[in-house]
T-cell receptor, first 113, second 115 residues
Framework: GQQLNQSPQSMFIQEGEDVSMNCTSS?????WLWYKQDPGEGPVLLIA???AGELTSNGRLTAQFGITRKDSFLNISASIPSDVGIYFC?????????????WGAGTKLIIKP | DTGVSQNPRHKITKRGQNVTFRCDPI?????LYWYRQTLGQGPEFLTY????????KSRLLSDRFSAERPKGSFSTLEIQRTEQGDSAMYLC?????????????FGPGTRLLVL
């Protein structure tokens, strides 16, 4: 079946540092989505990518849809305490006509005091 | 419209009881999804509706689970004869069918604890 690998699994960083995480898939995707989830809440959409090579920013967040259509990365610049949470990538495969999303396992971001 | 809403936010029940959760999607969205999420995992797809039609159900959705979206607006997810393994966060998401592009917006979830 289709798989989506998200890394790293967790990150311990200092406030003010830049953060980078990525996802790779075993098949070609036509949509990549990045979500953030706080404890006890539902995932919140951060950035949506619809075109290979697309680079999109949302404040301090930047995400790119890889040229091969099989990967995406998310960067967070100058991290702040409220960036703590779990970041999920999700994608829609061209092979799936039911528009279902395939999810990564998440990257847990922890900011060291 | 303020986004996807779910009720209740928390539910504690005893094993064997039935529970029902409600999801109100974003008003112009015709697709509605139910997911289950356990600690440390990403959301697992359960089922989805396009308008009032339930188009797909995951193997995870046992016979004790049933979902409805009778008028193509809100949806309910019922779990009958709950088991301790049903304890999880149940998430609802909605999306609009635009050019086969899928952007799902999630509600805050209903956290279920089965004692």
């Amino acid at each position: 079946g289709q798989q989506l690998n998200q890394s790293p699994q967790s990150m311990f960083i200092q406030e003010g540092e830049d953060v980078s995480m990525n996802c790779t898939s075993s098949s070609i995707f036509n949509t990549w989505l990045w979500y953030k989830q706080d404890p006890g809440e539902g995932p919140v959409l951060l950035i949506a990518l619809y075109k290979a090579g697309e680079l999109t920013s949302n404040g301090r967040l930047t995400a790119q849809f890889g040229i091969t259509r099989k990967d995406s990365f998310l960067n967070i610049s100058a991290s702040i305490p409220s960036d703590v949470g779990i970041y999920f990538c999700a994608g829609q495969s061209l092979m799936d006509s039911n528009y279902q999303l395939i999810w990564g396992a998440g990257t847990k971001l922890i900011i060291k005091p | 419209d303020t986004g996807v809403s779910q009720n209740p936010r928390h539910k504690i029940t005893k094993r064997g009881q039935n529970v029902t959760f409600r999801c109100d999607p974003i008003s112009e969205h015709n697709r509605l999804y139910w997911y289950r999420q356990t600690l440390g995992q990403g959301p697992e797809f359960l089922t989805y509706f396009q308008n009032e039609a339930q188009l797909e159900k995951s193997r995870l959705l046992s016979d004790r689970f049933s979902a409805e979206r009778p008028k193509g607006s809100f949806s309910t997810l019922e779990i009958q004869r709950t088991e301790q393994g049903d304890s999880a966060m149940y998430l609802c998401a909605s999306s609009a069918d635009r050019f086969q592009i899928e952007t799902q917006y999630f509600g805050p979830g209903t956290r279920l604890l089965v004692l």
